[in-house]
T-cell receptor, first 113, second 109 residues
Framework: DADVTQTPRNRITKTGKRIMLECSQT?????MYWYRQDPGLGLQLIYY???????NKGEISDGYSVSRQAQAKFSLSLESAIPNQTALYFC????????????FGPGTRLTVL | GQNIDQPTEMTATEGAIVQINCTYQ??????LFWYQQHAGEAPTFLSY????GLEEKGRFSSFLSRSKGYSYLLLKELQMKDSASYLC??????????FGKGTRLHILP
């Protein structure tokens, strides 16, 4: 079984809809991250969480919110989706005792029409 | 501010050696990562440098100069499966990870 899972893997939605992307991990890591990737723009950090009670904004948090329901679960929400949020979204975990090497989920491809 | 620069694309020949450079300006510095990402897949960890110098791991080596804000990834004996994007990322003093835009490497037979 994969250590970091994301659901759904693909989603097509319409402008204005609320969308939730979910991430679960079995690695036992406290630290979790959400990134988006657009062609030619690398990975951009949306939000990160260093433990259940800690939530931090990344480079591009506007239009997104997150919830850290448990150590193993970190959800990303788009309250009112817009077309320029069409992208590939990755969840990742890390362990600070192992240099914070990022372990990525398989990604969610989101299309907003 | 934060800035991580790496070439957008590179092309090399199977069996050859290629060096991918990365320069950075960030708010504090813990270390520098290199990740490999095949098209449509998640990035996977290649290396992490904290101290100046060269770290060798099989066909891949990574170099860091903290004073110059410079790193490179060296790939030897290139294989077709090395065709991928290579992402440079910096761990800042507050433990936030910032990624560069990636270098797309094309391997020709």
């Amino acid at each position: 079984d994969a250590d970091v899972t994301q659901t759904p893997r693909n989603r097509i939605t319409k402008t204005g809809k609320r969308i939730m992307l979910e991430c679960s991990q079995t690695k036992g890591h406290d630290r979790m991250y959400w990134y988006r990737q657009d062609p030619g723009l690398g990975l951009q950090l949306i939000y990160y969480s260093f433990d259940v009670k800690d939530i931090n904004k990344g480079e591009i948090s506007d239009g997104y919110s997150v919830s850290r329901q448990a150590q193993a679960k970190f959800s990303l929400s788009l309250e009112s989706a817009i077309p320029n949020q069409t992208a590939l979204y990755f969840c990742a975990t890390s362990d600070p005792s192992r240099e914070d090497t990022q372990y990525f989920g398989p990604g969610t491809r989101l299309t907003v029409l | 501010g934060q800035n991580i620069d790496q070439p957008t694309e590179m092309t090399a020949t199977e069996g050859a050696i290629v060096q991918i450079n990365c320069t950075y300006q960030t708010s504090g510095f813990n270390g520098l990562f290199w990740y490999q990402q095949h098209a449509g897949e998640a990035p996977t960890f290649l290396s992490y440098n904290v101290l100046d110098g060269l770290e060798e791991k099989g066909r891949f080596s990574s170099f860091l100069s903290r004073s110059k804000g410079y790193s490179y990834l060296l790939l030897k004996e290139l294989q077709m499966k090395d065709s991928a994007s290579y992402l440079c990322a910096v761990s800042e003093r507050d433990d936030k990870i910032i990624f560069g835009k990636g270098t797309r490497l094309h391997i020709l037979p």
